[in-house]
């Protein structure tokens, strides 16, 4: 399984934007990049995906660098409810399974 | 709708005992995931269950085993319990392959 590398951990002030970044090196052709995220107490969450093109939702927005090598997830405006732990998952959308391997992610603290 | 439900949410055992989890899903998801979490090793995929059969299955002895009934929902069973096994157990639903997965709260297994 291509593997992503996060940083341990990041810290951001309430109100202001925050850049998560993700580096996947290996990544293949047909590996969709993932976001999750586990807020304290509760299971993981699915923020959003994508495969080449930058993606926007209600949540937040994927920056995908043009060699997909890496990315970045951006939550406009931090939260103190957005303190959680962001995990970078690759998931290959060929095949029938729908297994996610988990790093350890990026535990963001949101600070008021 | 109802988002994935797990029981029971807390448990002790002793070591030797076994334990059986039961994850109902989303209404009208057919996939079932189980995962693990530990401080040590983080979130870890056990199995991975569609239309009542094992899919797919993570790297954990044979004494944690699985089965999906009809109506979808999962059952995991752990025999012979070892200090180890505590845990957080997270179940997963998506309605079909490579979609979203949407996780429960978990059951809290701790091993005396």
């Known amino acids: 399984d291509a593997k992503t590398t996060q940083p341990n951990s990041m810290e951001s002030n309430e109100e202001e934007p925050v850049h998560l970044p993700c580096n996947h090196s290996?990544?293949?052709?047909?590996?969709?990049i993932h976001w999750y995220r586990q807020l304290p107490s509760q299971g993981p969450e699915y923020v959003i995906h994508?495969?080449?093109s930058n993606v926007n939702n209600r949540m937040a927005s994927l920056a995908i660098a043009e060699d997909r090598k890496s990315s970045t997830l951006i939550l406009h405006r931090a939260t103190l409810r957005d303190a959680a732990v962001y995990y970078c998952?690759?998931?290959?959308?060929?095949?029938?399974?729908?297994?996610?391997?988990f790093g350890a992610g990026t535990r963001l603290t949101v600070k008021p | 709708k109802a988002g994935v439900t797990q029981t029971p949410r807390y448990l002790i055992k002793t070591r030797g005992q076994q334990v059986t989890l039961s994850c109902s899903p989303i209404?009208?998801?057919?996939?079932v995931s189980w995962y693990q979490q530990t401080p040590g090793q983080g979130l870890q995929f056990l199995f991975e269950?569609?239309?009542?059969?094992?899919?797919n299955k993570g790297n954990f002895p044979g004494r944690f085993s699985g089965r999906q009934f009809s109506n979808s929902r999962s059952e995991m069973n752990v025999s012979t319990l070892e200090l180890g096994d505590s845990a957080l157990y997270l179940c997963?639903?998506?309605?079909?392959?490579?979609?979203?997965?949407?996780f429960g709260p978990g059951t809290r297994l701790l091993v005396l």
């Open positions: 994508g495969l080449t």
């Open positions: 269950y569609f239309s009542e059969t094992q899919r």
């Open positions: 998952i690759l998931r290959d959308h060929r095949g029938n399974n729908n297994d996610m391997r």
């Open positions: 290996t990544i293949s052709g047909t590996d969709y």
């Open positions: 209404s009208g998801h057919r996939s």
């Open positions: 997963a639903s998506a309605q079909g392959d490579r979609e979203t997965q949407y």
